[in-house]
């Protein structure tokens, strides 16, 4: 394995990098430097916390100038990675008198004007960059080197055309890194159409996989919400993250996790970007050991220390999967990945399960207490958004609580957890209903995967 010093980087920048006590560069970082300082297009194949920003960063450390206007652009996914970026950057060329910037939507867009006047690496959404475009009040025709990070995660949420628009307001004449977990057929067709003779280069996943224990419980809907209380409060965990699909299901899950006495918080797309960075920087700091989140919020993160990654609810593809459970078993650490399966995740984790490299084993649930749930009572369009009811809330604890095979994903209410019954959830085909003896609330559904 090289070291830094055999990367062909600066004085300064290693003695920036020891500083900050980096003793030898990661996989990524050890192939891909080199190459970006040759000035190739680079394709990488590299998961979250695998130390791509310093990959590229370097990169742009070395090779740009102050005051010669933007000459990097860096495309992200999301608000918390371009900060993320943003501030890594900023710490690696502290010995370099480089103006960075993070562009993105949710804030203000006066400042982010007047900053971009002196900047020379951007940071930003692609949504946000192209209001800055439009406005003309962003200059891309000097920039040197365009980074799309996370690209396949930028497709995923739809940002195809919006990062292919940016793209040709670049100049053709630069350099293209591009950063991706995955390398899809959309990833391969716009670095054939926007890079030059590109050299692809994978790392290894950072997980290890002889430290993660990946398992499933397949309970009945009556106690999934039970269930994930139980484990939380049985399973010793240092930093967890619990994912869920749809915001409305954070916030269920959130505030009910506070009913029943674990301090939780939740990080979703629907709250501001001032309180998701407040969030953030109570988990990190260890304020808050359970973080419940949707996948786009947490997008990109690098948050170390997860020890447990819940799947509150199933992911739709196997790649989601993969992501949610590389938060945990990183750095030589043991971490568990566990899956909470209800009726309606069926469709769901079949899908998942068609990944030949997923393999996750089934455990038994023991006899669990009912959990409080607290129903929040509103009203909607709809028989499936309304709550009837008095006041605003009201105690569930002696409610099941359940799930809606006619609703995979809870965002439509939340109140699915405590309202659908059992008929809705017998109705999945390929199940049959196996209640255990006295009707306790440890019933199972018997499956076929």
């Given at each position: 394995?090289?070291?830094?010093?055999?990367?062909?980087?600066?004085?300064?920048?290693?003695?920036?990098?020891?500083?900050?006590?980096?003793?030898?560069?990661?996989?990524?970082?050890?192939?891909?430097?080199?190459?970006?300082?040759?000035?190739?297009?680079?394709?990488?194949?590299?998961?979250?916390?695998?130390?791509?920003?310093?990959?590229?960063?370097?990169?742009?450390?070395?090779?740009?100038?102050?005051?010669?206007?933007?000459?990097?652009?860096?495309?992200?996914?999301?608000?918390?990675?371009?900060?993320?970026?943003?501030?890594?950057?900023?710490?690696?060329?502290?010995?370099?008198?480089?103006?960075?910037?993070?562009?993105?939507?949710?804030?203000?867009?006066?400042?982010?004007?007047?900053?971009?006047?002196?900047?020379?690496?951007?940071?930003?959404?692609?949504?946000?960059?192209?209001?800055?475009?439009?406005?003309?009040?962003?200059?891309?025709?000097?920039?040197?080197?365009?980074?799309?990070?996370?690209?396949?995660?930028?497709?995923?949420?739809?940002?195809?055309?919006?990062?292919?628009?940016?793209?040709?307001?670049?100049?053709?004449?630069?350099?293209?890194?591009?950063?991706?977990?995955?390398?899809?057929?959309?990833?391969?067709?716009?670095?054939?159409?926007?890079?030059?003779?590109p050299i692809e280069v994978e790392a290894d996943n950072q997980v290890d996989p002889k430290k993660l224990t990946q398992v499933y419980y397949d309970v009945d809907s009556g106690v999934k919400f039970s269930a994930l209380v139980h484990l939380l409060k049985d399973e010793k965990s240092e930093l967890v993250l619990v994912f869920c699909n749809t915001r409305h299901n954070?916030?269920?899950?959130?505030?009910?996790?506070?009913?029943?006495?674990?301090?939780?918080?939740?990080?979703?797309?629907?709250?501001?970007?001032?309180?998701?960075?407040?969030?953030?920087?109570?988990?990190?700091?260890?304020?808050?050991?359970?973080?419940?989140?949707?996948?786009?919020?947490?997008?990109?993160?690098?948050?170390?220390?997860?020890?447990?990654?819940?799947?509150?609810?199933?992911?739709?593809?196997?790649?989601?999967?993969?992501?949610?459970?590389?938060?945990?078993?990183?750095?030589?650490?043991?971490?568990?990945?566990?899956?909470?399966?209800?009726?309606?995740?069926?469709?769901?984790?079949?899908?998942?399960?068609?990944?030949?490299?997923?393999?996750?084993?089934?455990?038994?649930?023991?006899?669990?207490?009912?959990?409080?749930?607290?129903?929040?009572?509103?009203?909607?369009?709809?028989?499936?958004?309304?709550?009837?009811?008095?006041?605003?809330?009201?105690?569930?604890?002696?409610?099941?609580?359940?799930?809606?095979?006619?609703?995979?994903?809870?965002?439509?209410?939340?109140?699915?957890?405590?309202?659908?019954?059992?008929?809705?959830?017998?109705?999945?085909?390929?199940?049959?209903?196996?209640?255990?003896?006295?009707?306790?609330?440890?019933?199972?559904?018997?499956?076929?995967?």
């Open positions: 394995m090289a070291t830094f010093n055999e990367l062909n980087l600066s004085e300064p920048l290693l003695k920036t990098i020891a500083a900050m006590h980096f003793e030898i560069p990661s996989e990524i970082q050890e192939k891909t430097i080199p190459l970006t300082l040759e000035g190739k297009d680079v394709i990488a194949g590299s998961a979250t916390g695998s130390g791509k920003t310093l990959a590229f960063g370097a990169c742009l450390i070395e090779k740009l100038e102050t005051g010669k206007g933007i000459q990097s652009l860096i495309l992200v996914p999301t608000r918390e990675l371009a900060e993320q970026v943003a501030n890594a950057l900023i710490s690696f060329s502290r010995h370099k008198d480089l103006n960075i910037i993070a562009v993105y939507g949710g804030v203000g867009i006066d400042q982010q004007i007047r900053n971009l006047r002196g900047s020379e690496i951007v940071v930003g959404t692609p949504g946000r960059i192209l209001d800055h475009m439009q406005r003309r009040t962003i200059d891309l025709s000097k920039v040197k080197v365009l980074v799309l990070d996370e690209a396949d995660r930028m497709l995923d949420m739809g940002f195809q055309d919006d990062v292919e628009r940016i793209i040709s307001h670049c100049p053709k004449d630069r350099q293209t890194l591009l950063f991706s977990a995955t390398i899809s057929p959309d990833i391969t067709l716009i670095a054939k159409k926007y890079m030059k003779h954070a916030d269920f899950v959130t505030r009910n996790l506070r009913e029943n006495g674990i301090h939780a918080k939740v990080i979703h797309g629907g709250l501001s970007q001032s309180k998701r960075s407040d969030v953030l920087e109570e988990f990190h700091k260890g304020e808050v050991l359970v973080l419940v989140c949707t996948d786009i919020a947490a997008r990109g993160l690098d948050i170390k220390g997860v020890s447990h990654v819940y799947n509150y609810d199933v992911p739709k593809v196997g790649k989601d999967y993969i992501h949610r459970i590389g938060r945990t078993a990183r750095a030589g650490k043991e971490g568990k990945a566990i899956t909470i399966l209800a009726a309606r995740d069926y469709d769901n984790f079949r899908s998942v399960l068609r990944d030949p490299d997923i393999k996750i084993e089934k455990l038994e649930l023991p006899y669990v207490e009912k959990a409080k749930i607290v129903i929040e009572e509103r009203r909607g369009r709809g028989d499936r958004e309304s709550f009837r009811g008095r006041g605003n809330f009201r105690s569930a604890g002696s409610y099941r609580d359940r799930g809606s095979s006619r609703g995979r994903s809870e965002g439509r209410s939340s109140s699915r957890e405590s309202r659908s019954g059992d008929r809705d959830e017998r109705r999945s085909s390929g199940f049959r209903s196996a209640r255990s003896h006295g009707g306790s609330d440890t019933g199972r559904y018997r499956r076929r995967f």
